[in-house]
């Protein structure tokens, strides 16, 4: 009896793992089940590009299927190849949902996105994924070394091309003073990592990938200046003669650009340059006072 006793046990305790493991299948199965709404494509041609221009065709997007509340409304925008195209306007009207039409995260409900003329829903996914490099705070990092951190953007980059991209992006400044270098382990989603040596991680990654079409959302949180001026000067070897499209946060950016879109509620309601903007758009002139003459 007495030996019986803690497998009998044992038992009755089974019945709370299971119960927690099914639940917690309830929760992953439908996110596991999206993974496919994005066809990859690869039984299609390869995106062939030339200088990177970007053409929205009347796109309305929303997040949910119901159609009222449209995220994105009747876009119709054009962003010239190796150049410079700031989208700005309040929090929430829609430039990063904007933004993530381009490497298809999402795909328009309506409407067409084409880059250099081709419709990127037409072509195989990877091609299309190969010609665009995402920078922000937000980037996806890996409980792993700095090293392979990068690596990540080109898995068959040899050592002094990572060396390099860390060089261009001012990441080796940081990295340097680490006890283990690059291969310093950088924590669960680079939980080790400040914001502004996350946004540097993100940077060499795209100086490896090296590829022609660059979406930036620049970051809301302030830096400090010196930082703040090392990741500006990365940023501007990065986009050189690039397609880039930049969610602008700061005055310099926007000088720097050389088309401007205002959007509101989901609506590109204004475009131009800064001084055209100033005498002409009234949400321009509102949306910089309040955000940007400040910082
Ligand atoms: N994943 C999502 N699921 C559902 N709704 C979303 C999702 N992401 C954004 N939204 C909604 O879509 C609208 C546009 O959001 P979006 O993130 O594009 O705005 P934004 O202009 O980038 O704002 P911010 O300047 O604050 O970053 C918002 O109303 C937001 O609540
Ligand atoms: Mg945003």
């Known amino acids: 009896m007495m030996l019986a006793y803690q497998p009998v046990k044992s038992l ?17 199965l439908p996110i596991i089940d999206t993974v496919n ?10 995106l062939n590009l030339e200088n990177g221009s970007i053409d929205c065709k009347n796109i309305n997007f929303n997040y ?12 119709n ?43 990127i829903k037409e072509v195989n996914l990877f091609s299309l994924r190969k010609e665009i490099s995402i920078v922000d705070q937000n980037v ?8 392979n951190n990068i690596k990540y953007a080109k898995p068959d980059a040899n050592d002094d091309e990572i060396y390099e991209a860390a060089k261009l992006s001012m990441c080796s400044e940081f990295i340097d003073k680490l006890e283990n270098k690059y291969q310093t382990l950088i924590g669960e989603n680079g939980v080790r990592l400040s914001g502004g040596e996350k946004q540097r991680l993100s940077i060499a990654r795209a100086f490896l990938k090296n590829s022609k079409i660059i979406l930036l959302d620049e970051a809301t949180s ?64 509102n949306y910089y006072n309040k955000q940007i003459n400040k910082s």
């Open 12 to 28: 009755a305790t089974i019945n709370v793992g299971v119960n927690q493991g099914l639940s917690a299948s309830k929760r992953i």
């Open 37 to 46: 709404l994005i066809g990859i494509n690869e039984d299609k041609i390869n």
């Open 64 to 75: 949910s299927t119901n159609l009222e509340n449209k995220v994105l409304k009747n876009i």
């Open 77 to 119: 925008i054009k962003i010239n190849g190796g150049k410079m195209t700031a989208l700005v306007g309040q929090s929430g009207s829609g430039k990063s949902t904007l933004l993530s039409l381009i490497p298809r995260i999402y795909d328009p409900k309506t409407g067409i996105l084409e880059i250099d003329g081709q419709n």
């Open 140 to 147: 996806t990092l890996f409980d792993d070394t700095i090293f």
């Open 222 to 285: 302030s830096l400090d200046s010196e930082t703040e001026e090392k990741i500006q000067k990365a940023l501007d070897k990065l986009t050189l003669n690039k397609t880039t499209v930049v969610i602008a946060h700061r005055l310099s950016t926007i000088l720097n650009s050389d088309n401007i879109y205002v959007m509101e509620k989901g609506m590109v309601v204004d475009s131009g340059n800064h001084e055209e903007l100033l005498t002409k758009s009234d949400t321009y002139k």
